[in-house]
């Protein structure tokens, strides 16, 4: 899961094979990698949906992060963590990458179930006072019990007191996609909700009603709104 904004621009160049796009994952003692295959853009949502296969050996224990469909509290604090890539210019094939890992934290300060407006966010998301830096965008904001709550969308970079905004990411919860990993394990589209709990942890994904519109052969998602502190 990453920000629509940061793999929009690169998209067409990513489909047609002229760039690829790794991810990696830190663990204790290691650096994991993905290559992504896949890229699913919402359209209602600064949220891209990357499906990814391990371009590296994995731990012998993948630790996943858990999403959760909450909504966050006022006043609540939200830890956001980005990584800033530094790459030296390339000598032939080769550049040395530099790693920067980013954290800060901060409390809620408004939210917006539906949107905050209808041109910078027109989506589900909410507002932390603390300041997120330039390639945290995308980056996951976890709440008071590690679970997954947003990602990070915008801030005003330089003041420390923020606001930085996050989106919420009920949006990606019903959105199809096709997932490559574990090679030959989803024979068919599915979605979030409906992907195995080891692959895809969700803490209550019973706030979420999917329903079949037979008119449109769309699936429409119903939000159960809830933001009781969790047990």
Known sequence: MAARHVIEAQEQLLRRGEQELICSGITAGDLVLWRCRRVTLLGTADIALLMVEAASTLPKILRQVTLTTRMP???EKIVIVGLRHH?????????EMKLSM??????VTARYEQRRDSVL?????????????????GGPAFDENGFLIGLVT??????LAGPTFLSLPWPAFAETINPIWPAGF???????????RRICGIHRPDAIELQ????????I????????PSQ
């Open 154 to 159: 915008s801030s005003m970079e330089g003041d």
């Open 73 to 75: 509290r006022i006043g």
């Open 186 to 196: 989803y024979k068919e589209p599915t979605t979030l909700l409906k992907m195995d």
């Open 221 to 228: 998602a119903t939000y159960h709104h809830w933001d009781a």
């Open 87 to 95: 790459a030296d210019a390339p000598i032939d094939i080769t550049a």
């Open 121 to 137: 966010l027109p989506h589900p998301c909410f507002e932390v006072n603390c300041a997120a830096m330039g390639g945290m965008s």
């Open 102 to 107: 980013m954290a800060a934290s901060g409390e």
């Open 212 to 219: 079949e519109d037979r008119s449109s052969g769309k699936t």
